[in-house]
């Protein structure tokens, strides 16, 4: 728990975002009437990356691929692993043969729930076919195969519900601010999705494989609009990542103001002396101590010295203490009130 808060304190600031437009070189992606998916898709992450650089630019961009080449889907992983990214999108356009779906959904790695999603998940991780040597590289995984897909059920996503909300606010966008046909927040078994260190989703913009959603895609202002609400999906999502961070390191400090006050609070000493008189500063014991520290108890007056809120600092002092006082021991306040050793530990371990 202690090693979790550390990185959480560490992490309070939203850094990297990495942008993967999918397919690219010699994979064209989904083929439309006028138009192929590996374009459109590229051409809207470089104005996604245009508008965090303007408007966020204290957030990293980094692209797996800027121009018209090929990129494994393992090295897109990769390359945000490397960079140590906060968030990975993944931006794709859809087709069916069916030409009159339309719309835009947001996926995020997990298991299938229906005949579509996997067959989704088939055409984009289809791609592996394309790299030499896949069934080794990829572990005998078989893009076609139903069976492969067996492995996302036991996968646990341990950023699934940071990713379903990235997915969210993409939908929203979509459906509110740029007017797109809302089909919703899926799961599927991504290849690209699967080894990313951090909250990841694959956007599909829209069907290439609809005539007017087609249209759209490829048009400067169809493509502005879908950027635009990626990066407004991406701005939300830094600020409320951030402003939960902040509530979370603002809690940690309040825990250790007050660890801090309560081991003030409570202190050992270690016990020298105790005499129905008040002894003179040239008795042996007083004078074989630097910092001596006196009160009453009862009738009596009692000497210590040494001063710590740390038990084990002060048995090791006593070790010490112990080469002059042969009987010395340890002794609690609570508010400079002598309490038990134990329930001095007790309040500490509280």
Partial sequence: MGNELIRAQESIKFKTVVIDPGHGGRDPGAVGKNSKEKDIVLSVALKLGEYIHKYLPEVKVVYTRKTDVFVPLNKRAEIANKNEADLFVSIHANYIGVSNIYGAETFVLGLHRTQENLEVAKKENAVITLEEDYTTKYEGFDPNSTE??????????????????????VQDQFKNRVGRRNRGVKQAGFLVLRKTAMPGILVELGFI????????????????????????????????????????????????????AKNKNISFRIQVASSKKQLGQQTHVLKSFEDVWMFEEGSRYKYTTGLTSDYKEILTLMNEVKKVVADCFVVAFHNEKRIRVDEALKLLNN
Avoid: P, T, W
Wanted: net charge negative.
């Fill in 148 to 169: 492969s897909y067996i492995i996302f059920e036991l996968m646990q996503n341990v950023y699934l519900d940071q990713s379903i909300h990235m997915a969210s606010l």
């Fill in 209 to 260: 494989s609809n005539r007017n959603e087609e249209k759209y895609m490829i048009s400067e202002k169809g493509q502005a609009y879908l950027a635009s609400a990626l990066f407004r999906s991406v701005r939300d999502y830094k600020n409320e990542f951030e402003a939960k961070s902040q509530l979370l390191d603002e809690a940690m400090q309040v825990a250790k103001e007050q660890a801090a």
